[in-house]
């Protein structure tokens, strides 16, 4: 697993004169079965958010409304992919490192994660994801 395997998603997208509608199922658009929803939102200006890897989880990441950077590193490349459109998401697979920055006012980003939340499936310490990395060469 690698920065090439993270990759946007195309969701659906129902265009409609009264207001335009997506829609996400799980295994269907996105390769794993949503446990979890959670979102950020009233991030203040500056602010970074994320700043970990997961040892399993696949997460999902759509900014809903505005705009976000998502600085990603998978311990060999880094790439920066900015959101802001609510019909595509960003698919990460486990052992990514990221951080959501640029976050613009009334940004809201929302993300749906393959497993309930649990602290030990997050490297926290940077070094402590590269030595990770480098074991699993
Ligand atoms: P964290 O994952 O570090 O936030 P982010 O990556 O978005 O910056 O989580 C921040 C805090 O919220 C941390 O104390 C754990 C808690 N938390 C939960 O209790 N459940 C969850 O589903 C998530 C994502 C976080």
């Known amino acids: 697993m690698g920065i090439k395997d993270c990759r946007i998603i195309e969701l659906p997208k129902i265009s409609d004169p009264r207001g335009n509608l ?35 989880l696949q997460q999902l990441i759509i900014a809903m409304s505005g705009s976000f ?16 459109r609510s019909y595509q998401g960003l698919y990460l697979p ?16 929302m993300v749906l994660a393959s497993e309930y939340y649990t602290e030990d499936d997050y490297y926290r310490i940077y070094d402590d994801f590269l030595l990770a990395v480098r074991r699993n060469k």
């Open 94 to 109: 486990k052992m990514i490192w990221r951080e959501l920055v640029n976050f613009s006012s009334g940004a809201v980003c």
């Open 69 to 84: 950077d998502v600085l990603l590193d998978d311990g060999r490349e880094k790439k920066t992919i900015t959101l802001n």
């Open 22 to 56: 997506s829609f996400i199922e799980g295994n269907r658009h996105i390769p794993f079965d949503i446990k979890r929803v959670y979102y950020l939102y009233d991030v203040p200006g500056g602010e970074t958010r994320g700043g970990h890897a997961h040892k399993d």
